[in-house]
């Protein structure tokens, strides 16, 4: 069975950190990734780290203030990824989705895409007030 479950959200001022956890289970998984809406906005994308070597991609406004990062299991099915966030701004706010996937066969790709991520968490908020 698939699980695919975020935790470690809250409110927050700005200029704080919070740090984000998403455990991932049932898969020998891949591409790790989190996501994020605004009210009214659509789901973009954050971060997303390749299953080794740590690659990473960030969307250009966080680049310098987060850092994904994950640790694997030795089976490679169950896997935690985590979301640094440093010196947050109200503009942060959403609600953060963890995303996982288990085809592309590669050590290497960093998936950004919505589309190429079939398993998601349930998502957690992130709130930051100025």
């Known amino acids: 069975q698939v699980q695919v479950v975020e935790s470690g959200g809250g409110l927050v001022q700005a200029g704080g950190s919070l740090r984000l956890s998403c455990a991932a289970s049932?898969?020998?998984?891949?591409?790790m990734g989190w996501f994020r809406q605004a009210p009214g906005m659509e789901r973009e994308f954050v971060a997303a780290?390749?299953?080794?070597?740590?690659?990473?991609?960030?969307?250009?406004s966080v680049k310098d203030r987060f850092t994904i990062s994950r640790e694997n299991s030795k089976n490679n099915r169950e896997n935690t990824v985590y979301l640094q966030m440093n010196n947050l701004k109200p503009e942060d706010t959403a609600v953060y989705y963890c995303?996982?996937?288990?085809?592309?066969?590669?050590?290497?790709?960093?998936?950004?895409?919505?589309?190429?991520?079939?398993?998601w968490g349930q998502g957690t908020q992130v709130t930051v007030s100025s």
């Open positions: 780290i390749s299953r080794s070597f740590g690659l990473t991609k960030y969307r250009t």
């Open positions: 995303a996982a996937e288990a085809r592309s066969g590669s050590l290497r790709y960093v998936p950004t895409q919505q589309r190429e991520y079939p398993y």
């Open positions: 049932g898969r020998s998984w891949y591409g």
